[in-house]
């Protein structure tokens, strides 16, 4: 039985670099199928219509016209922060209103709706966790146990010697997909509130340093419980490393 899976990304740069990675490191008895949505409002709407197994969005989509999710978006960045931070809510609040004008992190809400419905969600960004626009996203998933994959080694040269910002979709994919099949196992909860699971996503980051670098069948260094081995399963089943 094929898994869905929706890929939320405005730009064509992005979207193309997703599917060759799926071209020529996914294996095809994975039997995955991806869709793609461009924006917020189209994704919303495959939410609806779709019985996705897993979502992987961009953060940062254009802004739509202002109604009360906006508001409730910023609402919701501005707590996580100020919990972090240990900051005056109203303090936080203006901070965090003045950062989104010509993009939103969307996400969140496309978070909130998967949250509801139990869909596994993974945000992926070129950009930086710790940068003033995706600082309080940062915040707010971790609250949520939802995975960011960021860009923390900056910008390349593309062929044309333009600069070119990278988004690491080999941990993405990776990630998502250790979270569908964790969530059939049950090593993966999601409710309303928040998704949890028996790895940190520390740990998710280290055993996929260590297999990206060492390969799937090396023995992990560290311990070996059920948890990593399953991770490790996983690789070796949808994955060509």
Known sequence: MSTKLLV??????????ALNFVSKHIKKSAQLELDF?????????????????????DIFMPTESENDEQLSLKAS???????????????????????????????VLLAETALREKIPIVFITDTYHHGDKTEPVNSWSKFKGIP???????EENDHRGKNV???????????????VEGKKSNTVIINSEEIKSD??????????????????????????????????????????I
């Open 165 to 179: 910002v990278q988004k690491n979709w080999q941990k993405g994919f990776l990630t998502l997909l250790w979270m």
């Open 8 to 17: 939320v990304e405005d730009s064509p740069r992005h979207r193309e670099e």
């Open 77 to 107: 960045l501005a707590k996580a922060r100020a919990r972090e931070y240990m900051e005056a809510i109203e303090d936080t609040a203006k901070y965090v209103a003045s950062l989104y004008i010509d993009e939103m992190p969307y996400a």
């Open 37 to 57: 949505a461009t924006s917020f409002s189209e994704a919303k709407m495959m939410v609806q219509k779709t019985c996705y197994g897993g979502i992987l969005t």
């Open 148 to 154: 960011l994959i960021d860009n923390e080694d900056g």
């Open 199 to 240: 790895l940190s996503f520390g740990w998710i980051n280290s055993l996929l340093e260590d297999i990206l670098f060492n390969g799937p069948k090396r023995r992990l260094s560290h311990r070996n419980d059920e948890g990593k081995e399953g991770f490790r399963e996983m690789v070796e089943k949808f994955f060509i």
